[in-house]
């Protein structure tokens, strides 16, 4: 007899996880399959990364690391900030953990209390909600809209603030829909949140390295909220590093201590290679970052190119990350051979077993009606899964 938690019964399963092992499992029957449903790099991880980790290896780096990271790579994180964002912090500001995920839920377990609330802005990447659950705090959801660039405004957030607000949740470049938010957007944010002593900022910005329009801007740099900021990142997306589940945040020392305290009962340290050839990755050449986020400007605007095609879609332009994140509500309701697309996951699921094509329901992260589609793919598979889905709506009628 089953006796689960009601913890993990409130949970729900990844959407994302899913369809990505629902393509996998149509590929392993022989289906030529073009998964577009996941969110990393298609890149391997740059040869001085390897490097740095084979080094790492010979060198006998294979005992238990500091629960916050090694030092070295804590002063590597705080010269980022200083070179790249033009923000001071010292090493108790920082630590590693197994990846951004990993940093966000420390983070979210040591803020949130029961029944605090979390302003979430939608859509929103899948495990914002789920984390929240898990520190039983509340969600509180701010719809977007593709006419805004799926981006919240002053006024939502001021609107969306309660006696119980604990902290808002901003993620830019976003996951999943690519928009970045302006300086002058995250002024006015901050300028809301300054009225607001005991409202915290958890400020993804994993996709900070795949920025399309300037230099990343970082809410941490207003300085009447900068102490109440936590930042979110690693290395995952910017140096095609996902499976090296090396994330790290950067905030107030008290909180980072914290963090500190629960990872050292929960995981302790990172893993100590994967945490040498991060360092590799930070203090190394940066060509690589670059390289890729120029491959990835190009198979955005081919993905664009496409969608601009497709009768009654609207689709934002993406201002980072390697996502695009088109309404397709127009074809909710139609049908093919007597089947009827009732809903976005029907329509993911036809694209699938259809198009061969496997994207993500926009439900799954608050927007019904939309997709994502992953651009972090060859832009010769790019080219025929655009022609794949263009072939598979024209057959809905």
């Given at each position: 007899m089953e006796q689960l938690s009601a913890r993990i019964k409130s949970l729900s399963?990844?959407?994302?996880?899913?369809?990505?092992?629902?393509?996998?499992?149509l590929k392993e029957k022989g289906v030529d399959v073009i998964n577009l449903s996941v969110g990393e790099?298609?890149?391997s991880t740059p040869d001085h990364i390897h490097d740095a980790a084979r080094a790492a290896l010979d060198g006998n780096w294979d005992h238990y690391a500091p629960v916050a990271g090694y030092?070295?790579?804590?002063?590597?994180?705080?010269?980022?900030?200083?070179?790249?964002?033009?923000?001071?912090?010292?090493?108790?500001?920082?630590?590693?953990s197994v990846g951004a995920k990993h940093s966000l839920a420390n983070v979210m377990m040591c803020l949130i209390d029961k029944g605090e609330e979390v302003i979430v802005p939608a859509?929103?990447?899948?495990?914002?909600?789920?984390?929240?659950?898990?520190?039983?705090?509340v969600n509180v959801f701010v719809d977007t809209t593709v006419e805004n660039e799926f981006k919240m405004s002053a006024q939502q957030l001021e609107d969306a603030i309660t006696p119980k607000t604990k902290a808002l949740l901003l993620c830019s470049p976003s996951n999943p829909t690519g928009s970045v938010y302006?300086?002058?957007?995250?002024?006015?944010?901050?300028?809301?949140?300054?009225?607001?002593p005991n409202v915290y900022v958890i400020a993804d910005e994993i996709y900070e390295h795949i920025n399309f329009v300037g230099g990343h801007e970082s809410i941490a740099q207003f300085e009447e909220i900068r102490e109440r900021v936590v930042i979110i990142n690693g290395v995952s997306k910017g140096y095609a590093m996902t499976g090296w589940r090396i994330g790290y945040m950067a905030g107030p020392d008290w909180l980072v201590k914290a963090c500190g305290k629960l990872q050292g009962q929960m995981t302790s340290g990172a893993t100590s290679i994967a945490m040498r050839a991060a360092l590799a990755a930070l203090t190394g050449d940066q060509a690589c970052v670059t390289e890729m986020r120029d491959a990835f400007l190009r198979r955005r605007d081919l993905i664009l190119g496409h969608m601009a095609q497709i009768?009654?879609?609207?689709?934002?332009?993406?201002?980072?990350?390697?996502?695009?994140?088109?309404?397709?509500?127009?074809?909710?309701?139609?049908?093919?051979?007597?089947?009827?697309?009732?809903?976005?996951?029907?329509?993911?699921?036809?694209?699938l077993e259809v198009g061969h094509i496997a994207t993500v329901p926009g439900s799954a992260f608050g927007a019904d009606g939309c997709v994502r589609i992953s651009y972090a793919n060859s832009d010769e598979n790019l080219e025929k899964a655009m022609q794949r889905l263009k072939d598979a709506l024209a057959a809905l009628s």
């Open positions: 399963p990844s959407a994302t996880i899913a369809m990505n092992q629902k393509g996998r499992e790099p298609d890149f030092p070295d790579l804590l002063k590597a994180i705080v010269d980022k900030f200083k070179r790249e964002n033009n923000l001071e912090y010292k090493p108790s500001n920082i630590m590693v859509p929103y990447w899948v495990s914002y909600a789920e984390q929240v659950k898990i520190a039983e705090g302006t300086r002058d957007e995250l002024k006015a944010l901050a300028d809301v949140l300054a009225k607001h009768d009654g879609v609207k689709c934002a332009t993406p201002g980072g990350a390697f996502y695009v994140f088109p309404d397709f509500s127009k074809y909710i309701g139609k049908s093919v051979n007597g089947h009827k697309i009732e809903t976005d996951m029907d329509l993911c699921i036809y694209l």
